[in-house]
């Protein structure tokens, strides 16, 4: 079992009229060289989580924090002009909180934090990830 420290949420940076399953997303990432889904999760806009990566596999989803982190992300993040918001739907909101809740109870001291909280560059998820699941932190 991979030892997990972080648990990093992630948009898939598509606007409202566009999709991003776990296999539209696989077939980016395979475009860009990769063998599959960096992420370990993705959250549909209707709160359907599907699997990605196997979460025994080191993720490809933030530079230099895979080999101890799961990656979930949420379809969306983008506004209709192509700008960074946070899209999530209701749906999603309860969705990613039950799926942190449930890899809480294996990795009970990983922090949960933003891709922007470890590079500044991006702002994914295009929400405050630390303080949104502040009363789930270790």
Not at 20 to 34: M, P, V
Not at 42 to 51: A, F, K, P, Q, S
Not at 62 to 80: A, P
Not at 117 to 136: G, I, M, Q, T, W
Request: charged letters at 25%.
């Amino acid at each position: 079992m991979r030892t997990i420290t972080l648990i990093i949420i992630h948009c898939s940076a598509v606007r409202p009229n566009q999709q991003s399953s776990a296999k539209d997303i696989t077939l980016w990432h395979k475009a860009r060289g990769w063998r599959t889904i960096g992420y370990h999760y993705v959250v549909r806009r209707d709160g359907t989580i599907e699997y990605g990566r196997p979460i025994e596999q080191v993720g490809a989803h933030c530079v230099n924090h895979n080999r101890y982190s799961v990656g979930i992300c949420y379809e969306g993040g983008l506004d209709t002009e192509g700008k960074p918001k946070d899209t999530r739907t209701e749906a999603q909101k309860t969705a990613i909180r039950q799926l942190i809740q449930r890899l809480k109870k294996t990795y009970p001291l990983a922090v949960i934090v933003g891709h922007r909280d470890l590079n500044p560059l991006k702002a994914c998820p295009c929400f405050n990830a630390v303080s949104e699941y502040r009363d789930l932190q270790p």
